[in-house]
């Protein structure tokens, strides 16, 4: 029986973000349809942000020098006019929220902070500051410089500023082809009938929405076989596939020769184990361009295995310059016990700035309820065998986008 070297979490993690094959090819996009994408170069500013100078608020625009006066009303502007300058000594325009100032005004005053508001006239307070209000030309975005840089994903903002630049398409990075497997002869698909002694396939649904979720499509190509020469011929019709993501076959029970199968498939491993709780027996390689990552069969430990590794490493191949887990510090709420001597990945719900953790971290790795429980997970360090009450954690919440931060501070 082969015995598994374990590698440390942190290093099975690194080595698997060194080695991975990062996405080169590109497609045009258009922006509507372009949310989740990754931008394969610089998009530049071709129109100023604002482009005319305006007014932040309804309310009275007038020259600095004039403040602390009553002034006459010259003129109101309206959005979307182009107006003249008219003001002569001693006169404001009345004006609205996104309408052009004139280059004779540069300060607005609202409505409500000013003095003797009439018809005609109104009084301007001494107090204002110069320029309130007053949004420049180019204050936010200037023509020829970088609005999103390469590496981004865009998001709904990145959407409604490229609309705003009159930009259509966009050069992305093509969306990396997954090839979801699910591995044992006694799955039973959920439209079909299972027995006492058969179990549903719930993996391949879970690890294709989570991955959704993420900004990625998996597709599911079915369960491989419990026969190596059928297994060895499977994997060999995934070759295509950018990604080919496992689950289950890879411990050391005498029917789990998934290994094997990859091997014969010319299958570089990178490593096969991780020294964490739970996620042993994960293995990572490369079969020539495709990336390999084979995950435990266990519910559990396969849907932890896929945010905590996939994920990253998944974002990193599809050109993203932020994919690492961002974290936020919170306090824990009561006590609880952990394994020393590898990591431990320990699954807990934040609320109001809290951790507190799911069922005393005392559940199996083949359960699914504590995944629903639970909104966030920690990663403890191999020394750690007691986590007190109040003790700061580093927590990672599972609907937190990715971030540039770099891969040491997971634990």
């Keep these: 029986m082969k015995k598994l070297n374990y590698l440390s979490f942190i290093d099975a993690y690194n080595l698997a973000l060194k080695e991975l094959l990062i996405q080169k090819s590109t497609q045009n996009m258009l922006v509507p349809n372009a949310l989740n994408a990754v931008l394969a170069e610089d998009v530049i500013v071709q129109k100023n942000l604002p482009s005319f100078d305006n ?23 309206f959005a979307g006019e182009s107006p003249e300058p008219i003001l002569s000594s001693g006169t404001c325009y009345k004006i609205m929220t996104g309408a052009k100032v004139p280059n004779d005004a540069d300060t607005i005053v609202p409505i409500e902070d000013c003095i003797d ?40 903002g990145h959407i409604a500023l490229l609309a705003s630049q009159g930009i259509m398409g966009v050069n992305v990075y093509r969306p ?12 039973k698909e959920p439209w079909e009938s299972a027995n006492e002694d058969e179990i549903y396939n719930s993996n391949a649904s879970a690890i ?10 998996g597709t599911y190509t079915g369960s491989i076989p419990d ?23 890879i411990s050391m029970g005498d029917a789990d020769f998934l290994e094997e199968a990859f091997v014969a498939n010319s299958l570089e491993i990178l490593f096969h184990g991780i020294d964490v709780k739970p996620g042993r027996p994960t293995m990572i390689g490369t079969i020539d361009n495709t990336f390999v990552m084979a995950m435990p069969g266990n519910p559990l ?37 952990a394994r020393a001597g590898r990591a431990n990945v320990v699954l807990g719900h934040m609320e109001e700035g809290k951790f507190t953790v799911t069922r005393n971290n005392k559940y199996g790795s083949g359960m699914m309820m504590p995944i629903v429980e639970s909104n966030a997970l920690v990663v403890l360090n191999e020394s750690i065998s007691v986590v007190e009450e109040e003790t700061l954690l580093k927590v990672i919440l599972f609907d937190a986008l990715p971030s540039v931060k770099e891969s040491k501070s997971i634990n």
Excluded: C, W
């Design 117 to 156: 508001v009439l018809k005609q006239s109104v009084t301007i307070p001494q107090d204002i500051k110069k320029h309130n209000a007053f949004r420049p030309k180019g204050e936010e975005q200037s023509v020829g410089s970088i609005l999103f840089k390469k590496g981004e994903m865009v998001t709904p």
């Design 208 to 217: 294709i929405s989570l991955l959704e979720k993420y900004g990625f499509e």
């Design 227 to 249: 026969n190596l020469e059928e297994s060895i011929e499977f994997i060999a019709q995934l070759k295509s596939y950018d990604v080919i993501i496992t689950t289950g076959g």
């Design 55 to 77: 007014s932040a608020m309804d309310g009275f625009a007038f020259k600095y020098e004039n403040k602390g006066k009553t002034l006459t009303i010259a003129a109101t502007i």
């Design 176 to 187: 990396l082809s997954i090839a979801v497997v699910a591995t044992g002869d006694e799955l």
């Design 301 to 337: 430990t396969a849907m932890i295995n896929i945010f905590l590794l996939s994920v990253p490493i998944l974002s990193k191949m599809q050109g993203k310059t932020a994919h690492h887990h961002d974290f936020v510090y919170a306090k824990n709420t009561k006590s609880f016990k």
